[in-house]
Structure formats: structure tokens, C-alpha cells
């Protein structure tokens, strides 16, 4: 069975994106973007909602050509490319870049991924995550936590039907305050 693992940039009051989806507060250091290329690398499937799917393929695809780019950033639109992704959507008509589109229901064919022999799949995007922890899907939480208050926009969990308790597994400090925080579900 694989491992599906949740994690976002959050503001501390606990949003993904502030209102209007702006998401301008959560530029990472190079250090937190490293942290997140590498939790990338060890992904084997991407898992996509709509909003964030257009917010990554409007950069990634091509961000070598971008005259700022990095080592860094440009081998995560390398790896971006490469990993096999699913886009879970009812109204983007089509997709690339490796990836396959899903329709249907996403608990269901999540439940079906999981079930497959392979390596972690990440999932992102809060609507789809929300989805997926309901259904007591997620074995994994990573929060990087940016010392931002935003007082409201797409939140990082949504109103759940019953708790999840998790045990603590890691907590690192990144430059500019950021605290990283990753949690198991207690099974």
C-alpha cells in the first residue's frame, strides 16, 4: 500500500492562500525550497485539485527559461515534468506533462492509488486534500508554517467529521521564521 502525504505552505492562522488565492507571503528560502524539492524527488505520484494544478503548470513547464531561475528551481521544474501526475477536475478539459486526468470521484480513485504497489504519492491542493483526510486517506501531514496572518482565504483543513490524531515526527526551523512541522495519522 503506498503512502499519501498532505503538505502545503500555510500562514500561521492556517490558510493556503490568503483571499483573492493570493499566495504572494509564502516565497521560500532557498533552504525551504531545497526541503521541498527533495520531499518532491521522493514522490512517485503527484495528486492535483484544479487551483493548484493551473497554478503549477502555469510556471513549472517552462521556468528554465525564466533569466532568474536557479539550479534549484529549474530541477524542480525538471522533476515537475517528469513525475507522473493526476489531475482531479470536472472542468479543466486537458492536460500534459505526464499526467492523466480524473473526472470522476477522487476518493475513489485515490482509495485505488493507494491500494497500488509503488512508491509516497503527494497530494496538493486544500479541497482535494479535505477530500481525501474525510475519507481517513492521508497518512502523512507536512505544514512549513510562514509568520504571516492573512485573516482568511482557502484554509489548510477544512471542517472534518471526526478528529484524526497524529503523532509528531519532525519539526525544523528554515530562515525568515518559517517553522516546518510534519505529523503521522495514529492508525
Same mark, same amino acid.
Given at each position: 500500500? %503506498? &503512502? +499519501?502525504?498532505?503538505? @502545503?505552505?500555510v500562514?500561521?492562522?492556517? $490558510?493556503?492562500?490568503? =483571499?483573492?488565492?493570493?499566495?504572494?507571503?509564502?516565497?521560500?528560502?532557498?533552504?525551504?525550497?531545497?526541503?521541498?524539492?527533495?520531499?518532491?524527488?521522493a514522490?512517485?505520484?503527484?495528486?492535483?485539485? %484544479? &487551483? +493548484?494544478?493551473?497554478? @503549477?503548470?502555469?510556471?513549472?513547464?517552462? $521556468?528554465?527559461?525564466? =533569466?532568474?531561475?536557479?539550479?534549484?528551481?529549474?530541477?524542480?521544474?525538471?522533476?515537475?515534468?517528469d513525475?507522473p501526475?493526476?489531475?482531479f477536475?470536472?472542468?479543466?478539459?486537458?492536460?500534459?506533462?505526464?499526467?492523466?486526468?480524473?473526472?470522476?470521484?477522487?476518493?475513489?480513485?485515490?482509495?485505488?492509488?493507494?491500494?497500488?504497489?509503488?512508491?509516497?504519492?503527494?497530494?496538493?491542493?486544500?479541497?482535494?486534500?479535505?477530500?481525501?483526510?474525510?475519507?481517513?486517506?492521508?497518512?502523512?501531514?507536512?505544514?512549513?508554517?510562514?509568520p504571516?496572518?492573512?485573516?482568511?482565504?482557502?484554509?489548510?483543513?477544512?471542517?472534518?467529521?471526526?478528529?484524526v490524531?497524529?503523532?509528531?515526527?519532525?519539526?525544523?526551523?528554515?530562515?525568515?521564521?518559517?517553522?516546518?512541522t510534519?505529523?503521522?495519522?495514529?492508525?
Open positions: 500500500m %503506498r &503512502k +499519501l502525504i498532505f503538505g @502545503m505552505n500562514t500561521l492562522d492556517g $490558510y493556503t492562500a490568503a =483571499p483573492g488565492d493570493d499566495i504572494g507571503w509564502s516565497v521560500p528560502s532557498d533552504e525551504l525550497f531545497q526541503w521541498w524539492l527533495d520531499r518532491e524527488r514522490s512517485s505520484l503527484t495528486l492535483y485539485g %484544479r &487551483k +493548484l494544478w493551473e497554478t @503549477m503548470s502555469a510556471v513549472w513547464p517552462t $521556468y528554465h527559461q525564466q =533569466p532568474d531561475a536557479t539550479a534549484a528551481r529549474i530541477e524542480f521544474a525538471r522533476n515537475w515534468q513525475t501526475k493526476v489531475v477536475s470536472s472542468t479543466v478539459g486537458k492536460v500534459d506533462w505526464n499526467t492523466r486526468l480524473v473526472t470522476g470521484d477522487a476518493v475513489a480513485e485515490i482509495t485505488r492509488l493507494k491500494a497500488e504497489d509503488g512508491g509516497p504519492m503527494s497530494i496538493g491542493g486544500a479541497t482535494l486534500a479535505a477530500a481525501a483526510i474525510r475519507a481517513g486517506l492521508v497518512d502523512e501531514y507536512q505544514l512549513a508554517i510562514h504571516v496572518l492573512v485573516g482568511g482565504g482557502t484554509p489548510f483543513f477544512t471542517v472534518m467529521d471526526r478528529w490524531n497524529l503523532n509528531l515526527v519532525e519539526t525544523r526551523t528554515f530562515p525568515g521564521g518559517v517553522v516546518l510534519r505529523y503521522e495519522t495514529r492508525r
